[in-house]
């Protein structure tokens, strides 16, 4: 019978030793320090890779030393903090296609990095890589210097490396004050879209007044479309490991299990700790009926539904004219917008709990407070959003095609 | 871009013409017409062979003109009308016991039927097997005759044999008599719990109130444990090819995607037939959140969740200690069972609906007529029986345990 | 041990009965007998699946009674025999070309018959298939009657129906003519290269001497390129199943495997029936060294190698000069070519015995004798011809092109 | 068309970049110092990770500065020379099972090395593990120093610690004596049956006087059961990447594949190395076919054949009472054997070469020096040895088991 439970303990050979773990050929991180230091524009990109290796200690110190502007990929966001001063994501699409040298961290150029290839990118630039797949070494485009390595021991050499050298980046120098610029004006524009409260809302509106609320150490757990994607930029990570998406291959319908995952794992190993699942509405759909399993195993996770009644992406003209003859089922969008939208939080009712929707920033407000003070079980918020919302306008149309 | 719309008609030569069947061997069938008439206690298996096959006016009038018993398997059911005088369902475990005869028409000795061996079956069965798959004859136990032919043909020419020899299997036999009075004892026993509506409610007193209501030619899909095994005796098929349920393997999680397919076919074939989904509540948590797609295809799918409150059938004594001390999320069954059951029929309110919650037949009668009135989308009962809410008293350890 | 040997009788429940067969639509016999009685210029292809459903004696009748043309494929070769009036072979290019009906008896549109197609087909050709494999059924091009049916019953069926109409297909016709005179001028042909003795040999000659005095009823194993298709036309089946070949795929290494198989089948059912093994010197060369195996178990195979000292075809003219410059290993020919043919026969020496080396047809002719008297184990021909040697002219391009 | 030649250089995207390679943590580096230095009855076991690696230097100076006695497993013979004073190859078993501190350098404790288990190893070993695979770590035991790297530099690492501890292992010490007496005591056993030139011959004279006369530097290739097992320790190996046999899983019918791969190797760099092919006879008979490819390419292969005129380990009781009444075809031994013994030398007649039948080591050693002065194209030695030769006695039975 399958459902005894064993209580002896399990026998030493089938234990796990600690792995060990593959170290850098010094020389080739003597030619990284190299290729760095003669860099004019630098950049780095953290990937998960420096997540799982766990290096959040030694990538920190080595741009903190080295004072290298960063980006980090989905998941590798957090092993170094969004806050930093470091971090350029508002000014992505330029650092891509202006840096001259580029730094991979456990970060793969596949389609999520374009490739690494112009135009997006340089087309000279100058790639220096490590990673612990030598399969990954050289792919896509030939590296400057490829090093095979777990990122833990590579990322303290190249550190001890910059420390030796007295590398620092020149804070004043053009490539930092151009970053500089184009991250201030890309985030005027965030904070444009941030501030305006009209209703029916925007995402960014919305992520934004989330943003304010979230406790900083929780975990974050997202899939979508424009909800990840908007997200990812607006919601921040302190800490490594603490952002699950749908990952290198966009798989939805993870969001709910992941988070179930992580919730069981704060529940015996930081039981403070809390987990927020920031969902699509059409990602939602995949899974939802997860809520069941939350409820019944009693975990306090935060699931937000951006909801922005429509599947895949909102509407557009020609679905418009399909709505209007009433033969379109992915969207639910009549003349009045708001007095139809699915109300996923209803689902919260299945088990004589009650869910929130929220039309407006203030209703937001209560809702995630109420919410983040719940501690029993799952509580849900679906916070309606206008169905035309979209990302901010984009000078590189290649940025939204690359994600199909 | 794949979502461009073709107009131009297939070329011919990627039509497909209407597919030949095979025939059976003339010699066989005569060899199987006389195994048949040296039967005393001869029994015929309807399967899901012959509804593919599409043979049911062969296989109506077979049973018809031979008088002889039947029984049907899951998906089987319907080629001949569960209503037939020669249906013998009640006496199922008595009939494959004591047969001494059995004719397959498309059903397979796989677990379902107990892979035709002692001491479910008499172990001197002679088995007369027709089926399309020659790797099925034989398989299990070894047939006296085996007929490899699509089922309507050899169906034909067994129903042309049995007129020209004029056999009739004698109602007034041993057998007919044993059988009847097994079908009576075991529907009176049936009717007890039928007719006891105290609440909380019994499986068997919901099926036959449901279907006293349900449209005769309704298509019924069903999936779980006790809701799908039960519900398959007292859910009457009049037509073949309508009920669609988790099959040979008993896959769990379809019956939503069932419907919803059943329902398009009805809608561009037999606008004015009806899809009625009969879930338990643990089968319904695998796909629920289909429920938003039949919405929004707005197709009239009466869903029908039958809510033990327990995850994998009920409780039981261990369960409801492990209940007591709050530790066991597959059942969310307080002291007091109706204030805490899972509202599975909230989920109607996602769409501005309302879902039925029903714990007396009374309620369960109001609610499925109105249902049934409703052709706009779907709409959602949630029936609420005991917990411990079972089978009828097996006779047959087995019986029970070959569902595992 | 996996070496021990089982005494005990295997079980009656592992045993295999005799497997029922699948029957033709009486109704498809009568509209495929219509299709064939209206046809000018009428073909039959007798397919491999003829010879697995052991249908010879109704595909004997069937041609017998019809008076239909009839071709092979390389395996259904012998299900009628090669010798029959009604065989028209040598005119296949033609009677392909031509016909207006053809009648499938277990043969495959694939690429052995040219796909059923254009232009080595007519295009207005109407098919008439019998095949056992429902997916087999239109493929390719759509049949104007397909029969779901094993061949046996089908072509007794057919049989049938023709005795019933009294079609016989008119001996005078212009199709029979036409056929007969176009046999008759390809076998003049065929005869002229068979007739030429000179030496260095060609394949015709060889065949043709080596079919003299082969036993009518000997098992013939082929493989090569050349050599198999070449043979396939000379060397004669009278018996169904006696020809195994590289078949559909055309698979090389298969010979002498092949060869031990039947052999082994021949020393336990039909002692006195020999086993010929027909292999091009390349073909042999993957798998020659099985020469032990059959010499271990003594197994009297006459292998018969058709050497024309080249691997792949012989030589062409860019060959040769390769040749010259000695830098080409396929071949092995000097100036003076029967100097340094490769000496297969000698293998025969591994284990004492003498294989034959023949150059010319008196020598074959005697070595072929003395290894047919022979049944204590394998004997060997290398009967060498010239590197040069060729099938004879195609009218038809694609015949050679199609089978690379 | 599949055979033109391009002669257009190939883009630079599809070069292949030095491959970088991991290197080991260095802490773990002075752990593996310590055990070593901690080791009374020290081993270290070279695999072919080490001539994969291209690590042959450091490993030679790591057993020479540290006088550590050493193994190697089938293809990592080599790396270090068979005639270094280090080698304590005649001492294996009593090596393995004494050590106290096992060293594996690119080895793996697969069934070759009896899983490093009792009784063949000292329950108590510590073992240190160098290997490039993560998923090889602490497989089949736990290993006490466990180093995920890249065997070149990890040993150049090891090494260096070594030199600066000053690390020696004593040559006084009684690990050393013990291991020169077992070493010398079954030298002397082997150099018995060397020396037994009687005939029918043995295994051991037969190896002995094959290694006297084989150039220093050439490549082995090397298949069978006893040829392979007993021609490892008996054919010596002083260059690394020089043996090529049945691996891991011990592969037949690969020998004349490796050898043909080994000579085209050497024909395009080392024109004038050679390779030996030493083959049991029923080895050969998988492949030995491709004799011929070698004649046609003009490979200076010598290939030797170890007959002992029976399939699978020559004869033993039983099998010669079967072959008394005839019926054991993998056996050609009848009373006289070396009348009838299988004659593969003769396949080079097939060439018009001779080969060479050997049954005396005159004859071996005249042959072996003819064929090793030829270098036009392929040789053959035949050599009879008697069909009851086995290994030297063993005291381990397992020796003998672990190999089935």
Redo the contacts between chains.
């Keep these: 019978m399958l459902q005894v439970r064993i209580e002896e303990p399990l026998p030493?050979?089938y234990t796990?030793?600690e792995?060990?773990?593959?170290?850098?050929?010094?020389a080739?991180i003597e030619q990284a320090m190299k290729v760095l230091a003669s860099a004019k524009r630098p950049l780095v990109i953290v990937g998960k890779g420096a997540a799982y290796a766990r290096s959040e200690r030694e990538t920190n110190d080595l741009i903190g030393r080295s004072n290298l502007p960063f980006l980090a990929t989905p998941m590798g966001k957090g092993v170094v903090s969004d806050l930093s001063p470091n971090f350029i994501g508002p000014a992505r699409s330029m650092a891509l296609q202006q840096a001259d040298v580029v730094l991979l961290l456990g970060a793969r150029l596949n389609w999520i990095l374009h490739f690494g290839r112009s135009p997006r990118f340089n087309a000279d630039v100058k790639v220096i890589q490590i990673d612990i797949c030598?399969e990954e070494?050289?792919n896509s485009v030939?590296?400057s210097v490829?090093?095979?390595?777990d990122l833990k021991?590579a990322t303290k050499m190249l550190l001890e490396a910059i420390a030796r050298s007295g590398f620092k980046f020149n804070d004043a120098s053009d490539w930092w004050r151009d970053l500089r610029r184009k991250c201030e004006s890309n985030r005027k524009g965030v904070q444009a879209m941030s501030m305006d409260v009209s209703t029916p809302l925007n995402y960014y509106a919305v992520f934004h007044h989330v943003q304010e609320m979230l406790p900083k150490d929780c975990i974050i757990v997202s899939e979508g479309a424009n909800t990840m994607d908007i997200g990812r930029s607006m919601l921040l990570n302190r800490l490594p490991r603490h952002r699950l998406d749908a990952g290198t291959f966009g798989t939805m319908g993870v969001g709910l299990g992941f988070a179930i995952a992580a919730a069981l794992y704060c529940r015996h190993h930081e039981p403070t700790k809390r987990v927020i699942c920031v969902e699509g509405d059409s990602a939602?759909?995949?899974?939802?009926?997860e809520l069941?399993?939350i409820y019944?195993?009693?975990l306090p996770i935060v699931i937000l539904v951006v909801n922005n009644s429509g599947?895949y992406g909102g509407v557009d003209e020609q679905l418009y004219n399909e709505i209007k003859d009433d033969s379109e089922?992915?969207t639910?969008i009549p003349p009045t917008i708001l007095?139809?939208v699915?109300?996923?939080e209803?689902?919260m009712?299945?088990?004589?709990k009650r869910g929130h929707l929220c039309k407006s920033i203030p209703e937001l407000q209560k809702s995630l407070k109420e919410c983040l003070a719940d501690t029993q079980g799952p509580t849900m918020i679906n916070v309606v959003i206008s169905p035309t919302a979209d990302r901010k306008p984009q000078t590189f149309a290649w940025l939204t095609e690359s994600k199909l």
């Design positions: 030493a050979q796990t030793p792995i060990p773990v593959a170290y850098p050929d010094p080739l030598p070494l050289h030939k590296s490829a090093i095979q390595s021991p939602f759909g995949f899974s939802g009926m069941e399993t019944r195993y009693k599947i089922p992915t639910t007095s139809t699915t109300r996923y209803k689902m009712e299945l088990f004589g």
